[in-house]
């Protein structure tokens, strides 16, 4: 039994930690750079989308919901949606 709990606690505390340092952003999008998979918002706040992720799903002018991280001196996002 303990030798479950451990891997299952390592996990939830990893889960943890990714959780605290993700950062949301709400804007409009400003401009869109499918070659180099970044969108920069109005604010100039400039961010890297994984290659999974389908930019040309979005327009400039829309408001979008930003998830990111900062990795390597790079806004990362884990997430982008239409913002509400």
């Keep these: 039994m303990r030798k479950s709990a451990f891997p299952a606690a390592a996990v939830a505390l990893l889960a943890a930690i990714s959780a605290a340092n993700a950062a ?6 400003k401009s869109i750079d499918a070659a ?31 998830t990111y991280s900062l990795s390597n001196g790079k806004m990362e996002i884990s997430a982008l949606k239409p913002a509400t």
Excluded: H, R
Excluded at 24 to 29: D, E, H, Q, S, Y
Excluded at 43 to 56: E, I, V
């Design 36 to 66: 180099k998979d970044m969108i920069t918002l109005d604010n100039g706040s400039s961010y890297s989308a994984p290659s999974t992720m389908k930019l040309s799903d979005f327009k400039v002018g829309q408001n979008v919901d930003v």
């Design 24 to 29: 949301n952003a709400v804007g409009v999008i």
